[in-house]
């Protein structure tokens, strides 16, 4: 045990006692948030996923240095439950979680002045529970946060044997806002070297005595129960963003809306600008153009990223439920700022934060042509950012082996750019490693493929619950081998996702199969929302179709569903396969990061061409494409089951398969190439660090200058916000 391990691992401020980071730098960065330059950002997001399962430098640390025990007190009771776990942090439900979470770990590792604000949900977002016969069965997620090593409770500084609290303002009813009281979980995101972090910190509003609009809502993220709730969730997030700042003294001019859930925050600082303007009497005197005014010196602090031209991603409220439970002073600045051009009788959430910023970015380029399109009078303020996804989160430990014993590629952890320079002389040594990297990771995933398989065929005779699988009722030797093609896809069950569509001609696929005796594995995971009724139905579609395909294929072809999804299971997929599907309904898919973390690991993309993949495929050096990719027409943003293509881009998908199995099985060093090529190709793009680079941008941030020298790296490698080839 080194002398020095409390001082490198333990800090301390009036709110607690923290794990993970020296002192001097927890100062450091603090100090920088509360800078009276106000040069950091706050992030706001509804969820943010960030598994200290999956990714933890902290834990990394411990397991390098063998460090299991320590004779210090606090330290000691720090590294128990970090050892102990259970480490699970469920506070999100798909891809922008993930994002979020990922990219304040970049922020991290590239010394970014940010911290994020989001809820805390006791309920989390749901466990799901699969019956082959009833489908998805949702339930609450139990966790104590209480218990969750890497989250903090803080403390209140006055008298800390109490949690903090802070009071919440919402704009309820009277000219007064009422207060609601909130206490602050704070999780730090460390750098991967410790030596820099990202605080979130999530508000939990499920406390003692509460109102019961309020405990209702706190429960479980994206709870769809009634707008009510949905619009008291949103209320949470927005309105705790300037309680927080001030609690803590924290100074951020730039305000970044991970989608406009938060928009709210606009409401509180456009009421400020307007009692500064105006003074204590503001309500009675304002002006319509008075409002316009505060709204537009609002929008300086604003940027705002939109994640999807769908529907249900995007908040509209009546305006008679917003007068249900705010005064009138609310209604009229919401009138000004939120009206839909479509329709008098809602508030458009959307169009606000499109109103009410100084920047506004799309998540790939064709993202970026749909949105315009979508918001036509915003069209000249909408720039590109594509997406990415951090690096050293997703990419598979024998992978980071292999990468750290190459020497072109030994910085990848800092510089993911040096896959760029990959030459052909490095090809050799990259490919036998690469060959024995992915059987250790398919080795893996098929392995707990089994496990589940058995665990689930004990269940039948403990619990009513009937196995989701087919394969479950077989026998052991009918389960999965390594070795056979096995194709991933794994994301939330939202139709346009169409995750049945490749099983939309169950006999030709099969044909294709027993035609060339080509075997496939098949594995399939993914939530449908507790309200999404139609996607509840494509998961029960997957299940339905496993003996079908089985029966047709002579046991050829497997189908396996993974039940409860998660950055856990989401990490063994995207490194055990040996393709990743994608088969969204173009142009649905604004950017997609789980083909991202494939890339991450070199696993190839067959992917329709939508979302990221427009920028990601290569003429077929990097993977696969197929389905419609003509121009696209305002019709194509429908969701309706006819506008969904099926048995077009289906066909597609069976007209495409036999190459890929045939590159597979009979040609596999071309297979390999195009693995590598992912590697040169992808990686140094479509990565956190590069996508914060180019926020960073955007936000006109001045950084210090070690800094700014990493974000200049990452700036030359690329440019999202080039003309698309559409
Ligand atoms: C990455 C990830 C997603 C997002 O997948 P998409 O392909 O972008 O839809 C969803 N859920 C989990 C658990 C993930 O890790």
């Given at each position: 045990?080194?002398p020095?391990?409390?001082?490198k691992?333990?800090s301390?401020?009036d709110?607690?006692?923290?794990f993970?980071i020296?002192?001097a730098t927890f100062?450091?960065v603090w ?21 200290p399962?999956?990714f933890?430098?902290v ?12 004779s210090h007190r606090i330290?000691?009771h720090?590294l128990?439950?970090y ?10 439900s798909?891809?922008?979680?993930v994002?979020?979470?990922d ?6 590792d590239l010394h970014?002045?940010?911290l994020?604000v989001?809820l805390l949900?006791?309920?989390?977002y749901?466990?799901q529970f699969v ?10 997620t139990t966790w104590?946060p209480?218990?969750?090593?890497t989250?903090y ?6 008298k800390p ?12 009813e ?8 909130a ?5 730090l ?13 999530l ?5 003692p005595?509460?109102p019961k ?12 129960k009634?707008?009510?709730v949905k619009a008291?969730?949103r209320?949470m997030?927005?309105?705790?963003v300037?309680?927080?700042?001030e ?7 730039t305000?970044?809306?991970n989608?406009q859930?938060?928009?709210t925050?606009?409401?509180h600082?456009?009421?400020?600008e307007?009692?500064k ?5 503001y309500?009675?005197?304002?002006s ?5 005014h505060?709204?537009e010196k609002?929008?300086?602090q604003i940027?705002?990223?939109i994640h ?7 908040d ?5 439920l917003y007068?249900?439970f ?8 919401l ?16 169009a606000?934060?499109?109103r ?10 064709l993202?970026?042509d749909?949105?315009r399109k979508?918001f036509?009078?915003?069209a000249?303020?909408i720039?590109?950012?594509t997406n990415g ?5 997703w990419?598979?430990?024998?992978r980071a082996a292999?990468?750290d014993?190459i020497?072109?590629t ?5 510089a993911p750019g ?7 002389s ?9 060959r024995?990297?992915w059987?250790?990771?398919n080795?893996r995933?098929?392995?707990y ?10 269940q039948?005779t403990e619990?009513?619950?009937?196995p989701p699988?087919?394969?479950s009722?077989?026998?052991?030797p009918d389960w999965?081998e390594?070795?056979?093609f096995?194709?991933g896809?794994?994301?939330r069950?939202?139709?346009?996702k169409r995750?049945?569509?490749i ?6 696929l099969?044909?294709i199969l027993?035609?060339n005796?080509?075997k496939?594995n098949?594995?399939?995971a ?7 009724e139609?996607?509840k ?10 003996e079908?395909?089985y029966k047709l294929s002579?046991?050829l072809?497997?189908l396996v569903?993974?039940?409860?999804y998660d950055m ?5 997929l995207v490194s ?5 599907l994608?088969?969204?309904k ?11 973390k ?7 993309n067959?992917s329709?061409?939508d979302?990221?993949?427009?920028e990601g ?5 990097t993977g696969?494409?197929?389905?419609y990719?003509?121009?696209i027409?305002?019709?194509d943003?429908?969701e309706?089951?006819e506008?969904l ?7 597609s998908?069976?007209n ?16 390999l190439d195009?693995?590598?090529n992912n590697?040169k190709?992808n990686v140094p793009?479509f990565?956190?660090h590069?996508?914060a680079?180019e926020?960073i941008q955007t ?10 020298a990493?974000?200049n790296s990452?700036?030359e490698l690329?440019?999202s916000?080039?003309?698309s080839?559409?």
């Amino acid at each position: 045990m080194k002398p020095d391990l409390a001082s490198k691992l333990l800090s301390c401020n009036d709110f607690g006692t923290y794990f993970g980071i020296s002192q001097a730098t927890f100062d450091r960065v603090w100090k920088r948030l509360c800078s009276p330059t106000g040069n950091s950002v706050v992030y706001i997001s509804m969820e943010i996923g960030a598994d200290p399962d999956v990714f933890s430098p902290v834990k990394n640390y411990l397991q390098q240095e063998g460090i299991l025990e320590s004779s210090h007190r606090i330290l000691s009771h720090f590294l128990k439950q970090y050892l102990d776990g259970p480490r699970k942090i469920p506070n999100y439900s798909g891809g922008l979680g993930v994002l979020a979470g990922d990219t304040l770990k970049s922020f991290a590792d590239l010394h970014m002045p940010v911290l994020a604000v989001s809820l805390l949900y006791r309920g989390g977002y749901f466990s799901q529970f699969v019956d082959s016969k009833i489908g998805q069965i949702d339930q609450a997620t139990t966790w104590t946060p209480e218990t969750t090593p890497t989250l903090y409770q803080l403390k209140d500084p006055e008298k800390p044997e109490l949690p903090l609290e802070i009071e919440v303002p919402f704009f309820s009813e009277h000219e007064d806002p009422v207060y609601c009281t909130a206490q602050v979980w704070m999780k730090l995101e460390c750098s991967d070297n410790l030596d820099y972090f990202t605080p979130e910190f999530l508000l939990d509003y499920d406390l003692p005595g509460a109102p019961k609009w309020l405990s209702e809502a706190s429960q479980q993220l994206y709870n769809a129960k009634s707008n009510l709730v949905k619009a008291n969730q949103r209320r949470m997030l927005g309105s705790a963003v300037l309680p927080i700042m001030e609690a803590f003294g924290f100074t951020a001019n730039t305000i970044h809306l991970n989608e406009q859930h938060g928009v709210t925050v606009t409401l509180h600082l456009i009421v400020k600008e307007l009692e500064k303007a105006l003074g204590p009497d503001y309500i009675q005197r304002m002006s319509k153009e008075d409002i316009i005014h505060a709204a537009e010196k609002v929008g300086q602090q604003i940027i705002y990223t939109i994640h999807t031209p769908v529907k249900a991603g995007h908040d509209r409220f009546s305006r008679d439920l917003y007068s249900s439970f705010s005064h009138g002073t609310v209604e009229r600045i919401l009138d000004l700022v939120a009206h839909d051009e479509d329709n008098q009788h809602e508030y458009n959430f959307t169009a606000m934060a499109m109103r009410i910023n100084r920047g506004i970015n799309s998540v790939s380029r064709l993202h970026r042509d749909v949105t315009r399109k979508q918001f036509p009078s915003f069209a000249s303020k909408i720039k590109a950012i594509t997406n990415g996804v951090h690096h050293l989160t997703w990419t598979s430990n024998s992978r980071a082996a292999l990468f750290d014993s190459i020497a072109s590629t030994r910085d990848w952890r800092t510089a993911p750019g040096c896959f760029s320079s990959l030459s052909r002389s490095d090809y050799p040594e990259l490919v036998s490693g690469l060959r024995k990297a992915w059987l250790i990771d398919n080795q893996r995933l098929i392995a707990y493929t089994n496990h589940m398989l058995d665990n689930h065929r004990r269940q039948m005779t403990e619990t009513w619950i009937d196995p989701p699988n087919y394969l479950s009722h077989l026998s052991v030797p009918d389960w999965l081998e390594p070795n056979v093609f096995t194709v991933g896809f794994a994301r939330r069950f939202s139709t346009y996702k169409r995750a049945d569509l490749i099983f939309d001609d169950i006999s030709r696929l099969a044909e294709i199969l027993v035609k060339n005796n080509w075997k496939i594995n098949f594995l399939f995971a993914g939530k449908a929302h507790p309200e999404d009724e139609p996607g509840k139905m494509v998961l029960k579609l997957i299940l339905d179709n496993q003996e079908r395909l089985y029966k047709l294929s002579n046991g050829l072809g497997k189908l396996v569903f993974i039940p409860g999804y998660d950055m856990c299971i989401a990490k063994l997929l995207v490194s055990g396969v040996h393709s990743w599907l994608n088969c969204p309904k173009r142009p649905l898919e604004a950017s997609g990061t789980s083909g991202m973390k494939a890339a991450m690991n070199g696993v190839p993309n067959i992917s329709v061409m939508d979302g990221w993949w427009v920028e990601g495929y290569h003429n077929g050096a990097t993977g696969w494409k197929f389905g419609y990719e003509g121009p696209i027409e305002d019709s194509d943003l429908s969701e309706d089951r006819e506008s969904l293509l099926y048995a077009e881009d289906a066909d597609s998908f069976y007209n495409l398969l036999p190459s890929v199995l045939e590159t597979f099985y009979s040609k596999h060093d071309e297979f390999l190439d195009i693995a590598v090529n992912n590697l040169k190709l992808n990686v140094p793009i479509f990565n956190t660090h590069r996508m914060a680079a180019e926020y960073i941008q955007t936000y006109n941030l001045h950084l210090e200058p070690d800094a700014a020298a990493k974000i200049n790296s990452f700036k030359e490698l690329y440019q999202s916000d080039l003309p698309s080839d559409f």
